[in-house]
């Protein structure tokens, strides 16, 4: 079992930024893709960045591109996403997941733990 904890969401005004932090516990964090999902009300979960197990590669959406940065640090079993210039179109609950894999997908049914969410509202 993994156990997924994200923190750093809040109330931010559009062109600002926030970073949020996964935090995992259990089984071996550094076995694990990590990715970022978000689910804005009445919309359907949408992938939003992945990283590798070893932290070489990495994948976005073309939405958040050059926007946000996702980054890890095995050794503390944590994953980050730096959102920057955020816009009130990525208001959304986002949530951290782990997939047994090299490097994670953008299909949401094939990750293994899943964290609780952390509310992010941009306002305009």
């Known amino acids: 079992q993994v156990q997924l904890v994200e923190s750093g969401g809040g109330l931010v005004q559009a062109g600002g930024s926030l970073r949020l932090t996964c935090a995992a516990s259990?089984?071996?964090?550094?076995?694990?893709?990590m990715s970022w999902f978000r689910q804005a009300p009445g919309k359907e979960r949408e992938f939003v960045a992945t990283?590798?197990?070893?932290?070489?590669?990495?994948y976005y959406a073309d939405s958040v591109k050059g926007r946000f940065t996702i980054s890890r640090e095995n050794a503390k079993s944590t994953m980050y996403l730096q959102m920057n210039n955020l816009k009130p179109e990525d208001t959304a609950v986002y949530y951290c997941?782990?997939?047994?894999?090299?490097?994670?997908?953008?299909?949401?049914?094939?990750?293994?733990?899943w964290g609780q969410g952390t509310q992010v509202t941009v306002s305009s």
């Open positions: 990283i590798s197990w070893n932290a070489v590669a990495t």
């Open positions: 259990g089984r071996t964090f550094s076995g694990y893709a």
């Open positions: 997941a782990a997939q047994r894999a090299n490097l994670g997908t953008s299909r949401s049914s094939l990750y293994d733990y």
